[in-house]
């Protein structure tokens, strides 16, 4: 079989395994604040250069090899990979990320291991105060209670219909207002004062939150929103952080006014509408980023609901980070005058600087094999019609959105056509800073042919020698410096109440749960589940300490969770609450569930392992390595027959639990 016949064969049931393990929306998958620690320690430490420090690392492709640390072999089987920040050995099946590595390898516990890297990473491991965590939990239903008053308000026959009137004229419809609960405050200075304090909340709580504004003389207090439209604006997982005002008065200013930043509201942190985009930009895979809540909210009411707004504010990399977890495709509809345009660049510039890359071979003019970076990313920019908005194009004519949207330019025509407005291209030195502009944009591209395409282009634009724009390419090759870039901490990430989070609440609740599901798995001709199916190394280090815990007949959680340190503490503690939130299940059908959970964590876990063997397969094939392709292959077909085993399973559990209903 060849390569190019594996292409077709082999990874087709992937495809299938991903419709059926990536497409179901759980009702346990809403997140929660920030654990931040172990996150930020994975964030800050790169696993290249932590195990590159215990075992010489080859480079191979795109990832690196060496000889197991934890085996004795003769040939290389244990690989890093720094796209995914984890390693895995092929010999003796042991792999995982930085955590993993430095317990196995430093024979450390949890802590212990977190302790080591947060020296390495200089994180500080200072526990959040309660009361502070407790604070938080104030604000957020401060803000939540005001949406639903501000909803109210809205929704009043007459108190609302001043709001309802303008939304009306800009063609929202109420369904819409109740989807993104839209709201309203009356043009009074305490209306809201006046209802929160009712309520027992604290006048400081609702200045922290950003509701009211002290009088600059220190006299008391007054609604920061008043007379306006209230958007609530929401983080990720829904929960309402700030809000937008807009203006009703049409001589009103400033038109729009938000929320100050607080301990939950940052405008560069957050995008409008991503709460109820994300699922619609990950199967699309693609995010329209527009500027305007009302451009977000007018896409969504006519179905185009990958869109989600910057709010008016520059394109920040936290915002891109938080989008390419769902997509490596973006889209943006700017504004079409120059002001818009130099915006787009500086989104262009800022998205090759935050977004991660991929190193591609090529030959240099003396033979050598060299790396050139490439963005693992595809931008393209909608071209409005002059004097549009999102909105007002969308509102007028649907379709002619959506034929912008069909035919957006690829992000290297719009450089094109923007330097031939910024530069001189008559001048000797505008036709250089033209060049230097885009070159950077066409090394980017990953195809040669598509790239000798753009340099063609660009020399009969600026009127210069092909061969003197790829001198050009060749020194800016030569000047740029390619160490892999250390990720900025992020401190945005939530925890996740995901699957994992849920086999393990069930089991930890229901200890017998998991002797039956081993059994059931071992039944199905499945080994049982174990450590490696957990992604997240805090679920891992739980999952393991409670097998062991029950192999030693302890099975009482409270007993179990005084052994643990406390940060796995606060885990269960964490996960125990969602679980108790989640739709409960009956005990009769909780065994079925909680098997099907289980089988699809394993179906996770080897499409993940799939993906290690694809990489290396692919640069055994460009090495020309045929023994290296025919090895993976090997591995590549084992791993498909069980994952077809551990479908077909699923199938069966479905098939029965559908039978029971």
Known sequence: MTYTLFCFKIRLP???YLREFGGKNLPWTEG??????????????DIVDLISQYVPLKKAGRNFKALCPFHTEKTPSFYVFPHTQTWHCFGC?????VFSFIMKKENMDFREALRFLAAKAGVELEKKPPEEIERVKVLRKVLSVAADYYHRLLTDPEKGAKARAYLE???????TAEVFRLGYALDEWHNLEKYMTGLGYKREILLEAGLLIQREDGSGVYDRFRGRLIIPIRDEQGRVVGFGARTLDPEGAPKYINSPATPLFDKGRLLFGLDMAKESIRTQDMAIIVEGYMDVIQAHQMGFRNVVASMGTALTETQLRKLARYTKRFALALDPDVAGSEATIRALQLAEEALDKEAEPFIDPRGMLRFEERLKAEFFIISLPSGY???ALIRESPERWEERVE???????????VITQKFDLNSPRGKAEAVRTVIPIIQGIPGEIERDHYIHKLARLVKVDEMAIRREMLSLRRRKSRPRAKPTPSKEKAPAFGLEEYVLAQVLQHPHLLELIEDQMRALAIPPLDEADFAEVENRVLFGAWKASLDKGISQLEAFVDTLDPLLQERVHFIMEKARNSPPVPLEKLEQEVLNCALRLRGINLH???????????????RGDQEGVAHYLDLVKSQVEELATVHRALAQCSGEKARAV
């Open 407 to 417: 035919n957006a330019l690829p992000m290297v025509d719009f450089y094109i056509n």
């Open 93 to 97: 099946n042991a792999g995982g990320d």
């Open 14 to 16: 992937v495809i299938a």
């Open 389 to 391: 908005d999102p909105d």
């Open 32 to 45: 929660t604040g920030s654990m931040g620690v172990v996150d930020e320690v994975k964030e800050r430490i």
């Open 169 to 175: 004229k800009r063609g929202i419809r109420p369904e």
């Open 608 to 622: 993940r392992y799939l993906q290690e063997i694809r990489f290396l397969q692919e640069e055994a094939q460009e």
